[in-house]
């Protein structure tokens, strides 16, 4: 295990390690919600993420689409307004997804073609698009395109690639060991001694 910077404080922590009672209840709010997709979600039982932010959470249920619920005030609902979601509501213009992070009010999709699409809060460049402009819909990542593996955590982001690189964006935690103290407005590679097989929550890596 290779941690690239100080361990995370408890408010960076991804909010599903710490309230899984909470998680277990927005499953079954999302099965009831949508219950017009029950077979496809039974279909799918055997694949399925859940990942939370701050204050809202989004589903992935093994084909391909995510839905959302909970705050949305800066676009992390995907839905194409800043507004809550009291159930769970598709996210729009989002290509096929194999993969989702989340972390305090973004969250970020892998796609099967390799690239990583992210929306909500951009005020730390947390959305990896250049930008200090909120997204309510997804936007792609700049200079991302053969990602396996990705990783959000305070308003950071990191992603592995298929040569075992690693590139992460936003907030001071990441652009502290990449650039300075400013902001990582784009991907920039970070350096391993090892080879990173795998991205986990809290800065971490796993390497051999």
Known sequence: MICTMSPPRPEDQPVSDRLLPL???LAVAFLTACAADEA???ANAGDVQLVAGGAHSCLWAGDGKVRCWGRGGQGQIGHGKNSDALV???VVALPTAIRLTAARDRVCALGGDGKVRCW???DQ????DGSAQDQSAPTAVAG????VDLAAFGTSTCVLNGAAEVHCWGGALAASS???DDD???PAKLEFSAVVKRLVGGHCAVAT
Not at 125 to 128: E, I, S
Not at 144 to 147: E, N, P, S
């Open 184 to 186: 990582a407005w784009h």
């Open 125 to 128: 460049g947390q959305l990896g």
């Open 88 to 90: 769970p509501e598709s």
């Open 120 to 122: 909500g809060r951009n």
């Open 40 to 42: 496809e979600v039974q």
């Open 178 to 180: 990449i650039a300075g």
């Open 23 to 25: 998680v277990s209840l």
């Open 144 to 147: 991302i395109a053969d990602a």
